[in-house]
């Protein structure tokens, strides 16, 4: 019970890791889009 608890946080900040590390990527890759 406790492990689908623990196992969704862990999902949950991987993908939150995942989409700062895309959004890093996309502005050091485009600078001219500044938002």
């Keep these: 019970m406790i ?3 623990i196992l969704e946080a ?3 900040a991987l993908t ?3 989409t700062v590390i895309v959004q ?3 502005a050091r890759y485009s600078p ?3 938002y």
Aim: proline residues 0%; without cysteine.
């Design 10 to 12: 862990l999902l949950a």
């Design 16 to 18: 939150a890791f995942a």
């Design 24 to 26: 890093a990527m996309v």
């Design 3 to 5: 492990w689908s608890v």
């Design 32 to 34: 001219q889009t500044d």
